[in-house]
Nanobody, 121 residues
Framework: QVQLVESGGGLVQPGGSLRLSCAAS????????MDWYRQTPGKERALVAS???????NYADSVKGRFTISRDNAKKTIYLQMYSLKPEDTAVYYC???????????????WGQGIQVTVSS
């Protein structure tokens, strides 16, 4: 059983910061890339940031320079450090990972259940 568990969301004022965490657990052989997505009502789920197993990062233009994604392979955890938050950053944030459960399996998509981030005065 593989799980992705997100934490660190909540309510923050504009200009504030939050740090999201996503911990993978269960039967895991290896993890390829891990990502953060976000979704607001009426919109498609969109990629916010990604990080490869070689620590190559990619960011959506809307968050570039404000968000930083990182990973701790020993803890099987990724983080999203968010600075200078704006009201338009309000969304449910989802952790995503490509995980191989054993040597003979292919990589499969796994999703966290989502965590709310609200930026408001």
């Amino acid at each position: 059983q593989v799980q992705l568990v997100e934490s660190g969301g909540g309510l923050v004022q504009p200009g504030g910061s939050l740090r999201l965490s996503c911990a993978a657990s269960g039967s895991i052989f290896s993890i390829n890339d891990m990502d953060w997505y976000r979704q607001t009502p009426g919109k498609e789920r969109a990629l916010v940031a990604s990080i490869t197993d070689g620590d190559i990062t990619n960011y959506a233009d809307s968050v570039k320079g404000r968000f930083t994604i990182s990973r701790d392979n020993a803890k099987k955890t990724i983080y999203l450090q968010m600075y200078s938050l704006k009201p338009e950053d309000t969304a449910v944030y989802y952790c995503h990972a490509l995980i191989k459960r054993d040597y003979y399996y292919s990589y499969s998509d796994y999703w966290g259940q989502g965590i709310q981030v609200t930026v408001s005065s």
